[in-house]
């Protein structure tokens, strides 16, 4: 089978009706999008020769899980649209919860001449 834009081409020539051949040409562009090719809203509507290449892109925003439609303006003030995908695999740290544990503090006994306090120190007394 033929892939990318020579498979386009190839269904453009074919005798099949608009109607039954506008989805093939919109999964065949979707699936070079997914392959890496960034493409302009023109290029779309020149490659797979239909009008509503924004239609198109806004569609895909609304119904790909998967994917993130990205773009970008040109200097010629198209924009230039490409899929990136959204990283759902599991990674080392997904969804574990880790716990610590954390030495024992020793605390001196209660019996020695020594004070201990928490806080702060009010006035010139200095207890450690």
């Not at 023109?42 to 509503?52: H, L, M, V, Y």
């Not at 030495?103 to 019996?111: E, G, N, Q, Y």
Request: proline share 4%.
């Amino acid at each position: 089978m033929k892939t990318g834009k020579a498979a386009v081409a190839a269904l453009m020539q074919s005798k099949d009706t608009k109607e039954l051949r506008l989805p093939q040409l919109k999964s065949m562009v979707l699936q070079m999008m997914k392959e890496g090719q960034r493409f302009t809203a023109k290029e779309i509507n020149r490659i797979a020769g239909f009008n509503d290449a924004r239609k198109f892109i806004s569609d895909l925003r609304r119904h790909l899980s998967d994917y993130l439609v990205r773009d970008t303006r040109l200097n010629t003030g198209c924009k230039l649209y490409w899929l990136e995908p959204i990283n759902t695999k599991p990674t080392l740290f997904s969804g574990q919860v880790v716990y610590i544990s954390l030495p024992k503090i020793s605390h001196p006994s209660s019996s020695g001449t020594a004070k201990h306090s928490i806080g702060r120190n009010y006035g010139n007394s200095r207890n450690y």
